[in-house]
Structures are given as C-alpha cells and as structure tokens.
C-alpha cells in the first residue's frame, strides 16, 4: 500500500492501521533528527509511502476508503489490481529485517551485479535455512546476506561467518 501523508506527519499510516487490520509492517532505518534543538536517534520508515498490510481485502477496503491519504500500490499494466507479495517471502523477509540491528534497505535499481556475491545457505543461528547471495563490499569485516522481495526491496542483513555455507 502507499501512504501519502507528508514525511513529518504526526500520525503515518503505520501507525494509524495499527489497531485496524491484522498485521502492519514498513522498513524501519535509524536516522538523526533533531527535536527541540538536540539530535536524537530515531526509527524511520526507510521509503515512507511504502506499507505491507495483511488482511483480508474487505476488510482493508473500507479503511482505504475512509482514509484519504491511503492507496493501494497497483501492478503496471493491469486495471486496478492490487499488488500482493506472497505470504511466506513476506514472513520471511519481515523475520530476517526483525533479526538484524541495522539492515541497510535497496531499491530494485539499486542492486548491481558488482555488489552479488556468492551464493550461501545459512546454517543455525537466528537465519538458519535462509539462502541467498552475499553483499560484496570493498574493505568491509561483516558479512551481509542479500533477502529480496521481488521488485520492490531488498535488505542486507548482518550474519555471522560461521554460519555461512558456501553452496
């Protein structure tokens, strides 16, 4: 879903369905802001009009309709048809973001074949199972594994060396 009120809006939409629908999730990021003169560290939505919403859709379309700053996010080339990630990628991308202290988050453009590495199994620890591709980066002590919702973000999230199996 999208949520069109401003970036500094007192009541986001993550927030606001909160209490509404069964689950509400959008990427958090660490950021500096500066209240009342002092910088403090505060979680922000990483893109703040993107939402994942899980419900049944009637009982999400009222709400849409009730809250006008609230959008459904539409696949390209269809008349109105809601875009849907599929369950397990969303749990297993909410779960892999919820065991990380500092996922850093992509856009689909973003990702570049120089910063794919190889391709591992996580064995034991909070991922055990996930498998994917390592982020390549230049001079870095921590490794970093690559979980994607297809075409539309991805995250790099810490793992430890010894749970990594090169496949």
Do not use: C
């Amino acid at each position: 879903m999208r949520d069109l009120t401003r970036t500094n809006a007192k009541m986001p939409a993550y927030k606001m369905l909160e209490g509404m629908v069964s689950k509400v999730f959008t990427p958090m990021t660490w950021k500096v802001v500066k209240v009342k003169g002092k910088g403090e560290r505060v979680q922000v939505p990483f893109m703040h009009d993107l939402l994942f919403v899980y419900d049944r859709r009637k009982n999400i379309d009222p709400i849409v309709e009730r809250i006008g700053t609230l959008q459904y996010r539409y696949l390209r080339g269809t008349y109105r048809v809601p875009m849907t990630v599929r369950e397990a990628d969303m749990n297993r991308f909410m779960q892999a973001v919820e065991m990380s202290d500092d996922p850093k988050y992509y856009s689909p453009n973003e990702i570049t074949p120089a910063m794919v590495g190889r391709s591992v199994r996580i064995i034991g620890g909070p991922l055990d199972g996930y498998e994917g591709r390592l982020q390549k980066l230049q001079g870095s002590r921590t490794k970093r594994l690559l979980v994607e919702l297809p075409g539309l973000i991805t995250a790099a999230v810490e793992v430890q060396p010894e749970f990594i199996q090169i496949l």
